[in-house]
């Protein structure tokens, strides 16, 4: 059984990306149970089961048969390295495009369970929502509920985005492609070089670099961007992008360009729910002119008000259906920082006496280039259960620990003087009630 991919999706195909979820767990656990969650959620997504074919001049979802579907796999070590190995761990060319691990500790008390996604058949809110998928089975089996979950309704084959896209003039789609090109070629964004040398660059790996704020911290952050007006991916997008001019020499402006996702889901025909696994995202990119004494905020209103004039208008649909033509073009896509950004997403819910510590989504690829010599700086947003969090992804054989680190400190200390710049809201503890979680 077979499902042809569409000219957007095939884009995914070289690309050897995909979405690495995972859950730091504390308490007891069933393996039993969590195996078949699994695959009673891979049964009702056959995307997951399946591996990339040829398919005439472009490719196709192929179903695996059961011997060659994806299980849970589990075995005991230390949490860091199990999540630092699965990481650099590609999901096999001619494989399934999901893979399932936990990693427990010698005294059993103590799990890491790391999902993995091929984004051909994956986008962020998808694996956020199959991550907590998955759980919402193993909570439901654990405590013997009888009632069916929520992928029992989910249909099997997802129709690609390139299908449900809302009709538009193609000659304004022809007009809008002209337009990107000519405005990619006036205005190049900068890239940040990297800093390893091919001499040190001998066993390149992925590692992560994260920034994380607490509860306060991130709703101090919150509180500074309505008072300036912009959403708090805007105040982040305008931290990376100051950051990254420091990273360049010279005292003048540079044109640096940053790179924005943007959820299709709600304007599809029809909307297609979160838990369909199909990549239903496209991008936003704008260059603007960054000097080593730019005001963050400045930057911030500059970049939210050009993201939001895009999403108001039919720009998104009009990106998507560019989208093959970025092979040919690759400067339609190319900016200094790429910022993704998944907003508030819920963490999974577990049966008593199982805890989630810590939850991260954090993309990875299989290519990375080295040779070229720079390259934009990714940093992966999301706040799980009120507590932002940034990840920043990176090669090693391109950039080095110290840079990223480095890099990872002056977007915190741009963000914690926007936090900073309100005053902190007393919580529930501090007035004597019960501890809360902001909204």
């Known amino acids: 059984m077979r499902r042809a991919l569409c000219p957007v999706e095939t884009l995914y195909v070289g690309q050897r990306s995909r979405a690495?979820?995972?859950c730091t767990l504390r308490g007891r656990l069933d393996i039993e149970t969590l195996s078949a969650a699994f695959d009673a959620v891979t049964e009702a997504h056959p995307a997951l089961r399946t591996r990339i074919v040829p398919d005439g001049e472009g490719f196709a979802l192929d179903l695996l048969d059961e011997a060659g579907r994806p299980r849970l796999s589990t075995r005991t070590g230390a949490a860091e390295d199990a999540y630092a190995t699965e990481l650099n761990r590609p999901l096999p060319v001619g494989g399934p495009l999901s893979r399932a691990v936990l990693v427990s500790a010698p005294e059993g008390d103590g799990h890491l369970?790391?999902?993995?996604?091929?984004?051909?058949?994956v986008d962020g809110h998808s694996g956020i929502a199959l991550h907590n998928e998955i759980w919402d089975r193993y909570r439901a089996l654990a405590e013997g509920e009888k009632r069916p979950g929520a992928a029992d309704s989910t249909p099997g084959w997802a129709v690609p985005v390139s299908e449900l896209l809302p009709a538009v003039d193609e000659a304004a789609t022809a007009a809008y492609l002209e337009l990107r090109a000519a405005e990619a070629r006036r205005h190049p964004?900068?890239?940040?070089?990297?800093?390893?040398?091919?001499?040190?660059?001998?066993?390149?790996?992925?590692?992560?670099?994260?920034?994380?704020l607490d509860e306060e911290r991130t709703g101090r952050l919150r509180r500074s961007a309505r008072t300036a007006g912009v959403s708090v991916h805007a105040l982040v997008a305008a931290a990376l992008l100051t950051t990254a001019r420091r990273c360049l020499p010279g005292d003048g402006p540079r044109t640096l360009g940053c790179l924005s996702p943007v959820d299709l889901r709600s304007r599809l025909s029809p909307p297609v729910p979160a838990l369909v696994m199909v990549p239903a995202v496209t991008t936003h990119l704008q260059t603007l002119d960054v000097a080593p004494e730019s005001d963050p905020v400045e930057l911030a209103r500059t970049v939210h008000a050009r993201l939001r004039d895009f999403v108001a208008g039919d720009g998104p649909c009009h990106e998507m259906r560019i989208t093959p033509e970025i092979p040919r073009n690759p400067t339609l896509q190319l900016a200094t920082v790429i910022a993704t950004n998944m907003g508030v997403a819920p963490g999974p819910r577990l049966p008593k006496g199982l805890e989630a510590t810590d939850v991260r989504l954090v993309p990875a690829r299989e290519q990375y280039f080295p040779a070229a010599g720079r390259s934009p700086v990714m940093a992966c947003v999301v706040a799980f259960e009120g507590r932002l969090a940034i990840e920043f992804p990176y090669f090693t054989a391109c950039f080095s620990p110290a840079f990223v680190r480095a890099f990872r400190d002056g977007v915190r200390a741009v963000l914690d003087a926007c936090a900073d710049a309100v005053e902190p809201v007393p919580t529930a503890a501090d007035r004597g009630g019960s501890p809360h979680r902001p909204l």
């Not at 964004?189 to 670099?209: H, K, M």
């Open 113 to 121: 369970f790391v999902l993995s996604v091929d984004h051909t058949v």
């Open 20 to 22: 690495v979820l995972s």
């Open 189 to 212: 964004a900068e890239l940040v070089a990297y800093d390893v040398t091919e001499a040190s660059a001998v066993d390149g790996r992925i590692e992560v670099c994260r920034l994380t």
